[in-house]
């Protein structure tokens, strides 16, 4: 060593930060790059034929609804997992998807769709549910949540209204999973402290969303070294 | 916590946007290829071979990620580090020779992006310290403080439990501190 002292915790960690500027060659970035336009398509990839193949369920649904008439859409709007309406309240919201095209319009349409999987949890939690259930329901609101924050990402003129729009709808969704979470067993409550995980990382997207796409996380890096 | 931007490119990436996946993946390079660095002796060419394998790998499973379960960067961080596990079962029957070996190399070798770096002596024999401690205390400090990772995260990483990761930092602080010691 050339120090004169032997290099105490905090010297250890002043060195490891300084290792960190350790980084590839550009010319490895930009081979990275290029080679990411060479992926493979996966399964899961949804094709141009599927999304034809779910406009033309959309407007299918669109016209059964429209016969079978309102009450059949109301009586189905609060229905849970198993109920014999539950697959009419999914159709609806399908429907309502293929039909709103504005990415405003959307971002607020899938919070509120996160909104009715949060109440679905509320009313499932109450039963003699395995989990089962909760955990897809719990997935599900994640994904809808991801979605709005992903179409209030296109909605650039209205972005601040918007983004205040979801957060507040978010916040609902929260108080309810809370609530939520206190009655139910210890053995159900980690779908639902899924959820609330969700919401606030929704929040969190769409309170940045509406200042302008300020990226939070990148701050607190450095921080968290020490 | 995922960021806004990623959340949304995480959305579109899951369902097969490779543009979206790029630009995630490029903005987290960086650290995935100084993990895998350090974790494999320090070797430039593993590091870049298997940073494109921690890549294909994340695009495969992009479509099984869900935010709830781990941060994006936990995730990617724990597929490198199964990338890494993988490299060494492979090579296993000559790490460790190899690695010392390669480390001489660098040291006395021409100037590459890592060894420019070396301003201070400290940092140097923390740098060569790195490579005599194990690789769960190795692993743990390079996670902590050059990758600026929680400890929730590194227990995400590691599968293994948020006080135990504490309590292996503060081993591996002190086994760093040993190796400095006998330098």
Partial sequence: MNTTRTPNDGDIIDALVRLSRVSPRDA???????????LPVHAFQRSSFLALRFSIGALATIIFLSVSGVGVVAAASGSKPGDPLYPVKKAVEHAQLAITNSPPARAILQAKIAGNRASEIQNVAGSQDDGVTLDTLSHEYEERVSQSIEELEKATPSRDTVGHDVTEELKKHEQT??????????????PITNAIEASQKGQEAAEAASNNGQIHGQSDKKNERR | MSSWLDIVLIAKAKRGDRDAFGKLYISYLPGIYRYIFFRVGQRQEDAEDLSQTTLIRAWEAIGNYSIRKASFRAWLYTIAHNVVIDHYRERNRHATAQLTATIADEMSGGASPEEELVTNDVTEEVRMALEKVSNEHKQVVILRHMEGLSYTEIAQITGKREDAMRALHHRALLALKQVLQHT
């Fill in chain 1, 28 to 38: 490895f970035i930009q081979h990275m790059s290029s080679s990411i336009e060479s």
């Fill in chain 1, 177 to 190: 999973l809370k609530a939520v979470k206190t009655i139910v067993p210890l053995a159900h409550q980690e």
